[in-house]
């Protein structure tokens, strides 16, 4: 089914790491990257991911690398986690000046986490100031934040706009009560909406809602009632992810006791098609297997320079980086985080050098997801037999082949990853 792409990597944004991070080499303490990493620096879309550590509360799906106040005792604040935030932009801007050419100011830049919005309008303005003053901003640069609805006012956004934010993604999940409550989530079943005209009235043009289905209770009519309140707050970008029950989560505890029925794939495929058609007939076009957009200025840019093989410094505890073939990713606990960086090294935990074949089946595995769709010159022989089998199997397009594209058809968008799993072979 349609949802997160299979690396290992966030929702929202693929920076930060869910689960445990891969296995790799050491990376080197002072962080320096090999020669050929930035032999290409500035060549593609270079984006800051910033990820924010901090929760209210632990929601009972959730795996990422977040921790509450409790968890992370007096010394785990937000200045401590600023000060490394900092030290780690600064040597991040003297890794790639390596390279001997001037560093690429960042044309994205997406604050995650965690709840971004629990640092308030100015704490936030603080982290844009920090990626200001290492990386730079290109002038039109694309600057997002996630936020809590609960965690927002009318002066919040207000404050963002003033920063420098351009994009405000919320996580909404669902309309219905019951399905919140399933998810633990704590903002009602209103304040998703209400903070999303709050921020248009801000004067944020482009806002995004997220949205999860396949939650256990959640009928049809839970899930077209969210995609009903998520266009009457009239926001340009809607993302939708089914819900994955992860591993040592307590919503996993749950089902594995019986507690909690998870829907079949028959039903998730049912949700998926609505969300597709809703938001079609609403001017919502899919760009990606999981988001949906008015058009090209409404699209998520800093994903899709994941999803199209970009450079990005993802800073923060636990947050995933790659540059030129290079990907690394940092310790996780707050605490180690800045105590590492505090020293004068690199916070980063390991990495691995991405060959040539590597490169070529992550670029299928994302690229694929996209509604532009991938190369057929990408694929290897095999992969290209596979795809013309795919087209006469109904999950690529004919048409489209014929150019040298491998696109999906709506029905491949359901079976994406199977797709993927035919042209890698």
């Given at each position: 089914?349609?949802?997160?792409?299979?690396?290992?990597?966030?929702?929202?944004?693929?920076?930060?790491?869910?689960?445990?991070?891969?296995?790799?080499?050491?990376?080197?303490?002072?962080?320096?990257?090999?020669?050929?990493?930035?032999?290409?620096?500035?060549?593609?879309?270079?984006?800051?991911?910033?990820?924010?550590?901090?929760?209210?509360?632990?929601?009972?799906?959730?795996?990422?690398?977040?921790?509450?106040?409790?968890?992370?005792?007096?010394?785990?604040?937000?200045?401590?986690?600023?000060?490394?935030?900092?030290?780690?932009?600064?040597?991040?801007?003297?890794?790639?000046?390596?390279?001997?050419?001037?560093?690429?100011?960042?044309?994205?830049?997406?604050?995650?986490?965690?709840?971004?919005?629990?640092?308030?309008?100015?704490?936030?303005?603080?982290?844009?100031?920090?990626?200001?003053?290492?990386?730079?901003?290109?002038?039109?640069?694309?600057?997002?934040?996630?936020?809590?609805?609960?965690?927002?006012?009318?002066?919040?956004?207000?404050?963002?706009?003033?920063?420098?934010?351009?994009?405000?993604?919320?996580?909404?999940?669902?309309?219905?009560?019951?399905?919140?409550?399933?998810?633990?989530?704590?903002?009602?079943?209103?304040?998703?909406?209400?903070?999303?005209?709050?921020?248009?009235?801000?004067?944020?043009?482009?806002?995004?809602?997220?949205?999860?289905?396949?939650?256990?209770?959640?009928?049809?009519?839970?899930?077209r009632g969210s995609?009903?309140?998520?266009?009457?707050?009239?926001?340009?970008?809607?993302?939708?992810?089914?819900?994955?029950?992860?591993?040592?989560?307590?919503?996993?505890?749950?089902?594995?006791?019986?507690?909690?029925?998870?829907?079949?794939?028959?039903?998730?495929?049912?949700?998926?098609?609505?969300?597709?058609?809703?938001?079609?007939?609403?001017?919502?076009?899919?760009?990606?297997?999981?988001?949906?957009?008015?058009?090209?200025?409404?699209?998520?840019?800093?994903?899709?320079?994941?999803?199209?093989?970009?450079?990005?410094?993802?800073?923060?505890?636990?947050?995933?980086?790659?540059?030129?073939?290079?990907?690394?990713?940092?310790?996780?606990?707050?605490a180690r985080y800045?105590?590492?960086?505090?020293?004068?090294?690199?916070?980063?935990?390991?990495?691995?050098?991405?060959?040539?074949?590597?490169?070529?089946?992550?670029?299928?595995?994302?690229?694929?997801?996209?509604?532009?769709?991938?190369?057929?010159e990408v694929l290897?022989?095999?992969?290209?037999?596979?795809?013309?089998?795919?087209?006469?199997?109904?999950?690529?397009?004919?048409?489209?082949?014929?150019?040298?594209?491998?696109?999906?058809?709506?029905?491949?968008?359901?079976?994406?990853?199977?797709?993927?799993?035919?042209?890698?072979?």
């Amino acid at each position: 089914m349609p949802g997160q792409p299979e690396s290992g990597l966030g929702s929202g944004t693929l920076g930060t790491v869910t689960a445990q991070p891969p296995t790799g080499e050491p990376a080197p303490p002072d962080g320096s990257l090999p020669a050929s990493a930035l032999a290409t620096l500035g060549q593609r879309p270079f984006g800051v991911y910033v990820h924010v550590p901090f929760c209210a509360t632990r929601c009972g799906y959730c795996d990422f690398n977040t921790y509450t106040a409790d968890e992370l005792g007096p010394s785990g604040g937000f200045r401590s986690w600023l000060d490394g935030l900092r030290a780690e932009l600064d040597l991040g801007a003297r890794v790639l000046a390596e390279a001997g050419r001037p560093v690429p100011p960042a044309n994205t830049v997406f604050v995650g986490g965690g709840t971004p919005s629990l640092l308030g309008d100015a704490g936030l303005g603080e982290v844009l100031d920090a990626v200001r003053s290492s990386f730079g901003l290109r002038g039109d640069a694309e600057v997002t934040t996630e936020s809590n609805p609960e965690s927002t006012s009318p002066e919040f956004f207000e404050g963002l706009r003033r920063a420098g934010y351009t994009r405000v993604s919320l996580g909404m999940q669902s309309s219905a009560e019951h399905v919140l409550r399933v998810l633990e989530r704590r903002h009602t079943p209103g304040r998703a909406v209400a903070a999303a005209k709050e921020a248009r009235a801000a004067g944020f043009d482009h806002v995004s809602l997220d949205l999860i289905y396949g939650t256990p209770g959640e009928r049809t009519e839970d899930l077209r009632g969210s995609l009903d309140a998520a266009l009457d707050a009239e926001v340009d970008h809607v993302s939708a992810y089914s819900l994955i029950v992860e591993d040592g989560t307590a919503m996993a505890r749950k089902v594995r006791r019986g507690e909690l029925p998870m829907p079949d794939e028959d039903v998730l495929a049912d949700r998926y098609e609505l969300i597709d058609s809703v938001l079609g007939e609403a001017g919502l076009g899919w760009y990606e297997v999981s988001n949906w957009a008015t058009d090209g200025a409404a699209r998520c840019l800093h994903n899709i320079g994941y999803w199209q093989g970009g450079d990005w410094w993802g800073a923060g505890p636990g947050a995933h980086s790659h540059v030129g073939g290079v990907r690394w990713w940092n310790v996780k606990h707050p605490a180690r985080y800045s105590a590492v960086l505090e020293a004068g090294e690199s916070p980063a935990a390991a990495r691995e050098v991405l060959d040539t074949e590597d490169q070529r089946i992550e670029r299928i595995m994302l690229e694929l997801r996209l509604a532009t769709g991938l190369p057929a010159e990408v694929l290897d022989d095999a992969g290209r037999l596979a795809a013309k089998q795919a087209v006469q199997d109904g999950l690529l397009r004919g048409e489209a082949l014929e150019r040298g594209r491998c696109i999906l058809t709506d029905r491949g968008r359901l079976l994406a990853d199977g797709v993927v799993q035919r042209l890698l072979g």
